[in-house]
RNA sequence: GGGGGUGUAGCUCAGUGGUAGAGCACCUGCCUUUUAAGCAGGGUGUCGAGAGUUCGAUCCUCUCCGCCCCUACCA
């Protein structure tokens, strides 16, 4: 079902009809650079240092897209962009002879060239490759984006993102800060002595957060499976095993709905560290944090969708149950489930039923304070109701040893003292399975097998993940995670009438 | 899931109950240092899809589809 031809396709159809029948090949196999448009650019800054305004530099080979071209009579201009960026090209007939010259003025927006030339300055000041030679080494038989506005269209943006990254260069920006924050995340742990690995995507059980999985299935076994939520308790098994430290960086997914902060798929990071604690895990985090704003936007104030956001040791720290009773205004350590209930009927906040006091805690914070909490702050000491696989804090059973960091008020981190009491553990599981129950369709399932590993002695460990994707939204000032996934899930098209 | 917005040429967008426009792109011609090149000429379209109202619908009504924003659930 392949959509009629434009008028524009047709014509370039005809070209490259007419190119073959000339013996010209119109797609290529190979083309030996010299110079990326920006190294060329590089090159005659440095041979009009010594040789001055008239300078012309060594002959470079360049390769890239056409993105634009002024045919002036005898003589043409045009842009070549590549990877690095664009460079001006100048053909003249004089130069090339009148039948390449005419072939040159042939080309269309979009094609991917070769050229040879001599780099010089023109009189308007722009550095230009004054070509003597090109080849074209892939015709484009559709019609590129607009030149000035670009591509906008934010359905084409990401269903064509390749349009996109052609159109929009500060768009390719975004992508490779996001790559850079993940190399530099890699060098950061590495140099804290973690190991990276990775564990099962396809799982037998879902566990390690509170979501809905996907569902597949296994032919061969004929068993149902479930694609990862979390990476959690494959890592912490390694950790029994004697790594001591490890992470994973990789997809996790979640059945769930999509906004601008959520994906069906997204990236986290999860590292365990062995004989530390959330103590040891918050030093981490923001020491992490902070050496990716460094790299990757080389300043510690970076401003995100018009708010400033300050990077500075050390972050905001905040007590969960403080921040709400600051809210409140009561000491909710005091109360008890009836008052909390009042006070979520008073801010109309509609949460799940059965929850008990952690439960409410949990919610009056993510209604009441989350969305205040611009500047990076570590939110301290959640309920354990919440938290079931964190290590109960010792000066009060109802808390866990657990923060997570928050960032223009969104979650971007999450980390604890893992819980290492196998008989705690299982009693956590059980409460699970007892609120699941009880109408709660998004629990923790009970894991025999990871169990069965705790019993065999979980060292102290803390542990922490982190939400890549919302992290590299906030550092490249992108209002929604879709604009740093390359190939954000959107519908189906051509749905049924 | 609920509310709002939007869909018109390859792209960016205007517009009207009487059969569709601009800029860029494209086609023809002129132009040897231009650069959102310029000048002269050319409109290339299932007005998201279907049904209805109407003499006549791109426009009005209904249904459906995509995308965006807000809201609900989740990290």
Redesign the pocket.
Known sequence: MEAER???EM?RRQKLQMLRSQGIEPYQSRFDRTHSAAQAIALFEQVEQSGGAEARSERVALAGRLV????????T?AHLQDFSGRI?LLA???KLGAEPYRRFTDL??GDVIGVHGTL?R?????I?CEIDDFVLLAKSLR?L?????G??????R?RQRYLDLIANPEVMEVFLARSRLVEETRTFLRGRGFTEVETPVLQAMAGG???RPFRTHHNALDMDLYLRIALELYLKRLIIGGFDRVYEIGRIF?N??M??????E?TMLELYQAYTDVEGMMELTESLVIHLVERVRGTPTIQYQGQEIRFSRPFARVEMVEAVSRVVGEDLLKADVPTLQGLIQKHGI?P?PGLGWGGLIAELFEELVQDTLVQPTFVLGHPVEVSPLARRRSSDPRLTDRFELFIAGE?IA?AFSELNDPDDQRARFEDQARARAAGDD?THPMDEDFLTALEYGFPPTGGMGL?V??LAAILTDQ??I?DVILFPH??A?H?E?
Do not use: C
Request: charged share 40%; net charge positive; glycine share 6%.
């Open positions: 434009t008028d524009q014509q634009a071209i002024r045919v002036m009579g005898k003589a201009f001006q003249k007939v004089d269309d927006l010089f023109t009189r308007r000041g722009e230009t019609p984006p607009e030149k000035y506005h591509l906008k269209d934010k359905e084409l990401y957060a509170a979501a979640r769930e709905g906004d601008q902060w959520h994906s069906p997204y509609q799940k979650e999450n998004e939400g994707d919302r209002p929604s879709r959107l519908r098209r749905a009438p």
